[in-house]
């Protein structure tokens, strides 16, 4: 019904920025809230930053200051400008959309990730 799909990661060297794009595309009536999540290997899915759709943010500690999330809602699509990165941001990062289908509930949905690199 709903498909989200990233792209925007790769491999930067460490004080570099990369810039994410989510794009969703099926059966959409709205789109809720928008935000990206990352796991790195071996450690838990975490919460890196989110975007309601009136635009309001929120960002996780390490993600303060450095990221920055936006979207566009009549496009469906939501970014995330990352810059001085570090290696400890290095991790596969997931689109997230919580959205109303055109008659149904809501419910999340995620993209399959895009890996991002920091390395030198």
């Known amino acids: 019904q709903v498909q989200l799909v990233e792209s925007g990661g790769g491999l930067v060297q460490p004080g570099g920025s990369l810039r994410l794009s989510c794009v969703a595309s099926?059966?959409?009536?709205?789109?809720?809230?928008m935000g990206w999540y990352r796991q790195a290997p071996g450690k838990e899915r975490e919460l890196v930053a989110t975007?309601?759709?009136?635009?309001?943010?929120k960002y996780s500690d390490s993600a303060k200051g450095r990221f920055t999330i936006s979207r566009d809602n009549a496009k469906y699509t939501v970014f995330m400008q990352m810059n001085s990165l570090r290696p400890e941001d290095t991790a596969v990062y997931y689109c997230?959309?919580?959205?109303?289908?055109?008659?149904?509930?809501?419910?999340?949905?995620w993209g399959e990730g895009t890996q991002v690199t920091v390395s030198s």
């Open positions: 997230y959309a919580s959205v109303w289908v055109e008659s149904g509930p809501m419910d999340d949905y």
């Open positions: 099926g059966s959409i009536f709205s789109i809720n809230d």
């Open positions: 975007i309601s759709s009136i635009h309001n943010t």
